[in-house]
């Protein structure tokens, strides 16, 4: 029984090994094979961080006070002062949004306006970071443009028709809040 042990033992390291290299393979094939589309969306990301109009930038970093590290872009596209006092949704919120995705290319990959009324309607701890970010700092009837660099979207994954290493562009609006949950 020894004699078997010491053969198991090692055969069991050189699967774990053989294991952990072939996801770091996979990672760094993705890595490499998107290298040109991931450097593309990170060089649009710090483009539009410090694009300015009328001397001013353009956009807003939201940074969440729950991860000091994650941050997104936003531009109010309508005027805050007519929705100030409205309500903003929390984390456990179920919001109504319509939307539109783009990539850095402007190329739309989603929409709620393919939708029969086209409102979306979604738990904001249901989303990507980058969403769950901008419906907290949004109050009910704010449009924006939204940029999430890659990490804050789906990361080195794909989802759907959207490709690892990809900064999303979202026109967004907040119809409702239809469930108003506290923690």
């Known amino acids: ?33 998107y290298k040109e589309w991931r450097e593309a969306n990170e060089a ?31 531009k109010y596209l309508s005027d805050r002062s007519k929705t100030e006092g409205n309500l903003s949704p929390m984390l456990n919120s179920t919001v109504k949004v319509k939307y539109i995705g783009r990539f850095y290319n402007d190329i739309p990959f989603d929409s709620s306006y393919l939708q029969p009324d086209s409102v979306a309607e979604f738990k904001v701890s249901g989303v990507i970071p980058g969403w769950t970010t901008a419906l907290q700092y949004m109050r009910v009837g704010d449009s924006a443009r939204i940029v999430i660099p890659y990490m804050q979207a789906y990361g080195v994954s794909t989802s759907g028709a959207i490709p690892p290493y990809s900064t999303l562009i979202f026109n967004l609006k907040l119809v409702d809040v239809a469930d108003y949950e506290r923690p």
């Open 1 to 33: 029984m020894k004699h078997l042990r010491l053969r198991i033992l090692p055969l069991l390291a050189l699967a774990v090994v053989l294991l952990a290299s072939s996801c770091n393979d996979d990672d760094q094939s993705t890595w490499e094979q």
């Open 44 to 74: 649009f990301y710090e483009a539009q961080k410090y694009m300015m109009e009328d001397g001013k930038n353009v956009y807003t970093t939201l940074t969440p006070s729950w991860n000091s590290g994650a941050s997104i872009l936003i």
